[in-house]
């Protein structure tokens, strides 16, 4: 059984489009988050979620929506795509939104916006 | 806020030599530290991490890391590499209290030849 699922593996979209990650846990952990690797490998956060309340939402555009159903659900919602949007999207959890639990990865959501 | 630096992007060494893989951070509070492997086209996996207590902490894999506070330093380290090590290294901080936030450095792509 895999810890931290992601659906799709890859995406490939047209400029305009809107589309969604989806991401699940089987952990039973409490805290889930969306980081974004861009092509240079650098990974920053976007949004974090703790029983399905949101607690970081970094510097990112409004066109990208998170949504929590239950505390093993983090979906991912991105409007009116661009160019910029391409990179590899990871969903992680934790145990709990403090403490050193560190996270455990999905394998990742490659986006390329054409 | 914390940040992290990672010096080398890339280290390139032969199999069975020791590697050093550097990690510099910045923070005004005290921090978790962490270090994680991500193998291509794979999420991230942690290898160790640094909560408290002895400085060095060994890992997965062999890698061990020391924690040196007055040099804000955490360097991977792995006696004898495999070819199996190659993969890139990201070292990640967390403020020790609040929300947990991993930030994470630029990574070092490790390669290992035969």
């Known amino acids: 059984d895999t810890a931290v699922s992601q659906t799709p593996k890859y995406l490939v979209t047209q400029m305009g489009n809107d589309k969604s990650i989806k991401c699940e846990q089987n952990?039973?952990?409490?805290?889930m988050y969306w980081y974004k690797q861009d092509s240079k490998k650098f990974l920053k956060i976007m949004f974090s979620?703790?029983?399905?309340?949101?607690?970081i939402n970094e510097t990112v555009p409004n066109r990208f929506s998170p949504k929590s159903p239950d505390k093993a659900h983090l979906n991912l919602h991105i409007n009116s795509l661009e160019l910029g949007d391409s990179a590899v999207y990871f969903c992680?959890?934790?145990?709990?939104?403090?403490?050193?639990?560190?996270?455990?990865f999905g394998s990742g959501t490659r986006l390329t916006v054409v | 806020a914390q940040s992290v630096t990672q010096l080398d992007s890339q280290v390139p060494v032969f199999e069975e030599a020791p590697v050093e893989l550097r990690c510099n951070y910045s923070?005004?509070?005290?921090?978790?530290l962490f270090w994680y492997v991500q193998y291509p086209n794979q999420g991230l996996q942690l290898l160790l991490k640094?909560?408290?207590?002895?400085?060095l902490v060994k890992g997965i894999n062999g890698f061990e890391a020391e924690f040196n506070k007055s040099q804000t330093s955490f360097h991977l380290r792995k006696p004898s590499v495999h070819i199996s090590d190659t993969a890139e290294y990201f070292c990640?901080?967390?403020?020790?209290?609040?929300?947990?936030?991993?930030?994470f450095g630029t990574g070092t792509r490790l390669l290992v030849s035969p």
């Open positions: 992680a959890s934790s145990q709990a939104d403090r403490g050193g639990y560190g996270y455990t």
């Open positions: 952990l039973g952990h409490d805290t």
């Open positions: 979620y703790n029983n399905k309340e949101l607690i």
């Open positions: 923070s005004s509070v005290s921090v978790y």
């Open positions: 640094y909560l408290s207590g002895s400085t």
């Open positions: 990640a901080v967390s403020a020790s209290t609040g929300f947990q936030k991993l930030v």
